[in-house]
């Protein structure tokens, strides 16, 4: 006989109101603020919590070495398992994953899984580039990184130029009708976008996401936790990692093979045959608008070359067939170590019908994408509005 | 076998602090030569102060003022005096319970030798004389030969001008080595010849060369010359100016793929408009004297590469 696991739920979400700089705030007063906004949705006191996860950017990006230890007292750790999660951009998203896992297998019952970053007090440009004896300085920061990948795919997939415009004026505009985005552009107009200064060209500046303050947090739970659950919770339908490395002979920049994969794993955990289909919306990592059509192929939402037509066409409006970051994503707020979470978190208020403003209509089941170093770590989840059937 | 190359790396930032009411009082307090605690649930009084309870996780914001005399609690002796250290000699570790206080602060302690230092001592606070809110506006503690003193009594934390944030620079000190396979490959470029490995296994040819096949997980030591012309098979044009790179904008950061390589590397063009500068376009390393490294690829005049040629290693 096998042993199934514990279905997981989502009973509790809590963000902070995403800022350039949280000034007011140490790291711990920033961390303890979305746990307690997690622990108020869900009506739970610290003493309910069996064990917390946490996850932050690469220690060079601010310079806490220890989060687990430092941040112990303020998400109320004392006598509990507490336990880091790494891996760079995509750590929010494996942070609720290892969460996850730990309901998943009724090693715990209730779990707190926090992640966070003050970008102001540092300087995530620096952290990307460190004076390694003997390398040849070419560049900083991640702008140049993954711009000559953006370039790869307009030539692969003929995408006319002005897509990468569409996605950010669509994610800016989302991200007014969410109270805790960090950028509230009022006057964005598709012009503005196009005129904006290009940095790494083909990349614009306001095709680039901003540095932000701020954290995530949920709180998970197995069924006896969802039936005391005084909203609907959110359901875990499937969840998976996938890694791969930085650069070898056959790497896919556009395409990752570990992208594919886990999306294909995520899918079948969930008995997802056609996700355009079967999917009402998606929260996935897009720090640089083109990376939007470029992992909705990866993710099997369009056809190898199709990703910019769903994007030109409106498909991923919000008031589109498939939204895509109605949250505002990663393009509007950008606490990298909360970012993957904030994905996670945002998949999960639109099945539960509480996002508000952003809400997609009759949202049943939406994924939280992340990724992360030279797009080799991938994090991803599918919750259902519905307890998973099998 | 080639000279295995070593450099120091130091790897330094002057990250900054918001401090959070608790922590801004207690630094303030410093400066103002007042030591702040903070009050638990239970009565306890924490110094330093924290921002939640340790034991119940409730929020703490019931300040008190403590005494600048204490008992050493334990301590280790300091032999050798390190860079950012106190006193600029050997010292002694302390931690010292401050009268009305429940727990231990660490700090250093002024005396010539492990012999003057013992459990259970009676110390008090040396200030520095020029303060602005730090942990080192303790300069010290030193002997004191005075009973217990101060119980903790209440304090409002408010103080003129509070220091609200502080700044914490991090430093690590490295020796750094690319290790075998790079450290080859360094010395071959800059004799002028580009050297890659290639996997027993897949046959891929790497440039620069890891020493080992990522996708195989087998050692590589086949040495294969590869180059010196390429084609550009990515890139983006920079218009921002990257701190301590000094190159003139815009330029072009082109990934390059070697003749005989499986994998593009990466160089900057020049000789060409930057606006001109294509997939596909053949290119050449240029050197100049005594560099490590090709200062720039310029194109060879060749045509261009068919696409075909290279979409795989885009």
């Known amino acids: 006989m096998s042993v199934t696991k514990e279905p997981v739920a989502v009973v509790g979400i809590g963000q902070t109101k995403h800022v350039a700089a949280r000034k007011d705030v140490s790291i711990a007063g920033l961390v303890r603020e979305a746990a307690q906004r997690a622990l108020q949705d869900a009506q739970l006191t610290w003493a309910d919590i069996d064990a917390v996860v946490i996850g932050k950017a690469p220690d060079f990006f601010e310079g806490v070495m220890m989060p687990e230890l430092y941040l112990a007292d303020a998400l109320g750790a004392v006598g509990k398992p507490m336990l880091r999660v790494h891996t760079a951009g995509s750590v929010g998203g494996s942070t609720a994953l290892v969460a996850s896992k730990l309901v998943a297998s009724r090693v715990h019952k209730t779990v707190l899984t926090l992640a966070f970053e003050k970008q102001s007090e540092s300087n995530a440009m620096w952290g990307l580039s460190l004076p390694v004896p003997f390398q040849q300085p070419l560049l900083a920061g991640a702008g140049g990184f993954f711009a000559p990948h953006v370039r790869a795919y307009m030539r692969r997939t003929g995408a006319p130029d002005h897509i990468g415009s569409l996605v950010a004026y669509k994610d800016r505009r989302n991200a007014l009708k969410n109270p805790y985005a960090h950028l509230h552009e009022k006057d964005i107009t598709l012009e503005k976008v196009q005129a904006s200064p290009m940095l790494w060209d083909p990349v614009r500046y306001s095709e680039t996401c901003p540095s932000s303050d701020g954290a995530c947090a949920m709180i998970l739970t197995d069924r006896e936790g969802a039936a005391r659950s005084p909203q609907a919770p959110a359901w875990v339908h499937g969840g998976a990692m996938r890694s791969e490395p930085t650069m070898f002979a056959g790497k896919d920049f556009v395409s990752p093979q570990a992208g594919k994969d886990c999306a294909a794993d995520v899918y079948q955990q969930a008995g997802i045959k056609d996700p355009r289909r079967e999917i009402d919306l998606a929260e996935i990592y897009v720090p640089f608008s083109w990376y939007e059509p470029m992992w909705l192929e990866n993710l099997g939402f369009a056809e190898e070359g199709e990703g910019w037509k769903l994007t030109e066409a409106g498909v991923t409006e919000l008031d589109g067939d498939l939204p895509i970051n109605p949250s505002g994503g990663v393009l509007s707020t950008n606490p990298i170590g909360a970012s993957g979470m904030i994905r996670f978190a945002e998949a999960a208020l639109q099945v539960r019908g509480q996002a508000g403003e952003h809400q997609v209509d009759g949202a049943r089941k939406a994924m939280g994408h992340a990724y992360g170093g030279g797009s080799q770590f991938f994090a991803m989840w599918l919750v259902g509005s519905e307890p998973p059937q099998n | ?314």
């Open chain 2, 1 to 314: 076998m080639p000279e295995l190359l070593k450099a120091p790396l130091v790897v330094e930032f002057p990250f900054t602090r918001s401090l959070g009411p608790v922590q801004s009082a207690f630094l303030t307090g410093l400066r103002e030569r007042t030591v702040l605690g903070v009050k638990t649930s239970d009565d306890k009084i924490l110094v330093p102060p924290v921002e939640y309870d340790p034991v119940t996780a409730d929020e703490l914001r019931d300040l008190v003022e403590v005494g600048a005399t204490g008992t050493v609690t334990t301590w280790a002796w300091n032999p050798e005096h390190r860079r950012g250290q106190p006193l600029g000699k050997p010292f002694a570790w302390i931690l010292v319970k401050l009268d009305g206080a429940d727990t231990a602060l660490l700090h250093a302690l002024d005396v010539d030798g492990p012999d003057a230092v013992h459990t259970g001592m009676r110390v008090r606070i040396r200030w520095a004389e020029e303060r602005t809110g730090a942990i080192t506006d303790i300069a010290c503690f030193e002997p004191y030969d005075g009973d217990e003193a101060s119980e903790a009594t209440p304090h409002d934390g408010e103080f003129e001008d509070k220091v609200s944030g502080i700044v914490a620079p991090a430093r690590l000190d490295y020796m750094y080595s690319p290790g075998r396979a790079a450290s080859a490959y360094i010395t071959s470029v800059a004799e002028r010849k580009m050297v890659g490995e290639r996997c027993p296994s897949c046959s891929k040819v790497y440039i620069p060369p890891r020493g080992a096949c990522p996708t195989c997980g087998v050692a590589t030591r086949e040495e294969v010359e590869v180059g010196p012309s390429g084609t550009v098979t990515t890139f983006c044009i920079v218009n921002v100016k990257a701190k301590n790179l000094d190159i003139e904008l815009p330029y072009v950061y082109a990934h390059i793929a070697l003749d005989g390589a499986d994998l593009a590397l990466h160089g900057r063009i020049a000789g060409i408009p930057y606006d001109q500068v294509r997939m596909g376009l053949r290119v050449e390393p240029v050197w100049t004297e005594g560099g490590r490294y090709p200062d720039h690829y310029r194109p060879t005049g060749e045509p261009d590469a068919d696409y075909d040629t290279y979409k795989e290693l885009v």
